[in-house]
């Protein structure tokens, strides 16, 4: 959402915009000349103005009921990146798993060849952290989020299907469900690039580059791969970020960036926000490492990537996210988890669920699973944040590899351990 306000004020528009929580992008609303508001309320909604919701806004938000009395337009914002991406050839990453960290490589190789182009992520990249920007290049990148199926309104031009499987299961009853709604986004683009795999290659009826990266070379902090016979370095850990870079590649190959041109710009990718973000160490010499890990493929990538950092030990706080998904996934999150030495499990981040409608289902679930599964490693389960942040400020050493993972507020734990 931010990062949609930056782009529309950057293209002339009147922005407000207000949120429940200050957060770290309100410094880039104010830098762009947007003054976000504090809370929601019925006084927040300007005369005459166009109201921009997420997902997250439920029906009875009091600026939603004020938007309706007045008769306002209401939009939710897929449809407004809609709009944006019939403004100019886009490039639309999907897919359950590496979406943000894909999309970032994608700005980052056209940035590194002189494209200039605009884009919309779903976190801060780049040296300047920002998720939003209106460049004066060719291209627009964005993610094209499936948790909705808001990816269906948009109009790309290339699009990219980094995975599958089933995840947000508000949504989807199935992976048969999952894959038609890909197949559908996949049929709205001239070009597609999709993961070298038969169930998804069969998603995409017409022309399909597929992409892969076959035999990674897996070293601390960073993995290698070739690609067209040439060698391509990636800064950053991880088999499946050797995949997301092996999408982007090809990608930005569509768009008219030859191969090692992309492969050169990409040795100065940098992460983006929260996709293993090397935070810092404790006062005892660990180091802290955040991610937006959420989904069991995700948290043993996570885990995985760690590991070739080479530490003493991986210690995993995790907090799931949705009661949803948890109630489905509690078994596989726990197998994932175990992949650590030591593991922290902190209570559930409702976002936009509600405890009373899922009795029963909390942290303890996962703690549980990753406890049968961790063959006698140690399983903490922390429900609240400072319980956890006292009993890691006590296990942490020198050599250890702290990770925080989930995609509610456990950064701030990561954040609270810094020395």
Known sequence: MSGLAVV???????????????????????????????????????????????????????????????????????????????????????????????????????????????????????????????????????????????????????AVLTNAE????????????????????????????????????????????AFDAVDPELGPGHSAFLLHGVRVEVPVPGAHNARNAAAALEACRLAGVPTPDGARALAGFRGAGRRFERIGRTAAGAELVDDYAHHPTEVRATIEAARTLRPAR????????????????APEFGSALALADHVVVLDVYPARERAEDFPGVTGRLVAAAAADAADGRPVAWMPEREQARAYLEAELRAGDLCLTMGAGDVDALGRALLA
């Open 314 to 329: 991986v210690l995993a706080a995790f907090q799931p996210h949705l009661f949803s998904r948890t109630q489905h996934q």
């Open 8 to 158: 529309c004020r950057a293209l002339g528009a009147q922005v407000t915009g207000s949120d429940r929580a200050a957060s770290p992008y309100f410094a880039a609303l104010a830098a762009a000349g947007i003054e976000p508001l504090l809370g929601h309320a019925a006084a927040n909604v300007p005369d005459g103005c166009e109201l921009v919701v997420s997902s997250a806004i439920p029906e009875h938000d009091p600026e939603r009921l004020e938007g309706r009395r007045r008769g306002l337009r209401e939009l939710h914002r897929a449809r407004l990146l809609g709009e944006l991406t019939r403004l100019r050839p886009t490039i639309a990453v999907t897919g359950t798993h590496g979406k943000t960290t894909t999309a970032a490589m994608v700005v980052q190789i056209l940035s590194g060849c002189g494209l200039d182009p605009a884009y919309l992520i779903g976190a801060p990249i780049g040296p300047d952290g920002r998720n939003g920007a209106w460049g004066g290049g060719p291209w627009l990148v964005v993610e094209a989020d499936e948790s909705d199926r808001s990816l269906l309104e948009l109009s790309p031009r290339i």
């Open 166 to 209: 089933l995840d947000h299961h508000a949504s989807y009853g199935s992976r048969r469900e999952v894959d038609e709604v890909f197949g559908a986004f996949l049929a709205l683009a001239e070009q597609a690039v999709v993961w070298d795999r038969p169930e998804l290659l069969a998603l995409r009826d017409g022309r399909v580059t």
